[in-house]
């Protein structure tokens, strides 16, 4: 979305920051470099994927809440969290091709009641958000190069609930912007690899990497 410039929000020490997933694999690098800009940063993480050992606990400037984005118990601390910061990077999601495959009803719902939680929060108080979705909207991709205007997957088939939701929150996310004229940015990584990522929901580089530490077969 190009109507606005990612020059409206400046990281600095008075940029207090909401990073839902922040103790996540990607989430927590975004923390590290928050701090590094001397950001006041507060995470929302139920932990179920991330671990509080990647963030920097202790450090006065950053807050740790324990609790699902999307669950309704939580959803006025949501907006309370939200209301309070100056930008909101919501990254909190579950992950992996396997676990979309064997959980389609607890990933697909996932996605949406975090997605749509946070976006309802940022469109009350009208804040910035930066929302993570996946290369996977793109679908399989096998038949040509991947481009952006490509249409994003729809098929029924398991693997692609978590793109499907994916592609309904950014919906929610585009309605803030043109809508609302809320800023808002929607990014759609691809394979990421680094210090902190999990192999247990099954993404394929920290598999491959694991089984060749082992000898094994890279399936
Ligand atoms: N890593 C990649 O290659 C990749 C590719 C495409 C998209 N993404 C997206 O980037 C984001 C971050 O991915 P990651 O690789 O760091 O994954 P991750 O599992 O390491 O981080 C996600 C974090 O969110 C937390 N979480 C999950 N659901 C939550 C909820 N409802 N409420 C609060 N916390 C919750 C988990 O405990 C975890 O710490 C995700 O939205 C993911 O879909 C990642």
Known sequence: ???HSADMVEFGPRTHVLVTGGAGF????LVDLLLARHCSVTVIDDLSNGLLSNLPVGDPRLTVRAF???DPAFNAAV?????QADAVFHLAS?????RAHKERFAVTSGILESGCSIVEACRLHRRPLLYTSSSEVYGSGRDRPITESDPVMTDIRP??????AKAA?????AGLLFDFGIPAWIVRPFNMAGPRQRSA???VLPVFVNAALRGEALV
Do not use: K, N
Not at 26 to 29: D, F, H, I, P, R
Not at 79 to 83: C, P, Q
Not at 94 to 98: F, N, S
């Open 1 to 3: 979305m190009d109507s």
């Open 26 to 29: 990607l989430g927590s690098a």
């Open 68 to 70: 699902r984005v999307g």
């Open 79 to 83: 907006r309370d969290e939200v209301g």
């Open 94 to 98: 579950p992950i992996g091709v396997q």
């Open 159 to 164: 693997r692609w609930g978590y793109a499907a």
């Open 169 to 173: 929150v950014e919906h929610l996310v």
């Open 201 to 203: 929901t099954g993404l």
